[in-house]
C-alpha cells in the first residue's frame, strides 16, 4: 500500500532531502531512495535531493509500506563445518 503526500514549498534554499526530512517522517537516506525510484517529484518531473527548493515548489511524494533492499545490500552469515 502507498501514501500520496503532496506539499508546497513554504521555505526557500534548503535541499531537497533535508526539506522534506523536516516536514515528513522519513530519514534522508529514504528519501534519497524513494527519489531515484522516480517516487519524488517536484513541478511535476523528476528530480535529485540535491536539488535546492524555491518558494511554491510542488512536492509529491509516494511511500511505499514496504522497503524493498537494492542489490547489493544484505548481509550473509556463512557458516563452515570441518
Not at 527519489?35 to 509529491?60: F, P, R
Request: aromatic share 6%; net charge positive; hydrophobic share 35%.
Amino acid at each position: 500500500m502507498a501514501e500520496k503526500v503532496e506539499l508546497i514549498v513554504d521555505q526557500a534554499g534548503l535541499r531537497l532531502d533535508k526539506y522534506l526530512a523536516e516536514r515528513i517522517d522519513l530519514s534522508r537516506s529514504r528519501i534519497k531512495d524513494l527519489a531515484q525510484a522516480g517516487q519524488v517529484l517536484v513541478n511535476g518531473k523528476k528530480t535529485k535531493v540535491s536539488y535546492k527548493v524555491e518558494a511554491g515548489d510542488q512536492i509529491e511524494v509516494n511511500i511505499f509500506a514496504s522497503r524493498t533492499p537494492r542489490p547489493g545490500t544484505r548481509k550473509y552469515s556463512l557458516r563452515y563445518r570441518i
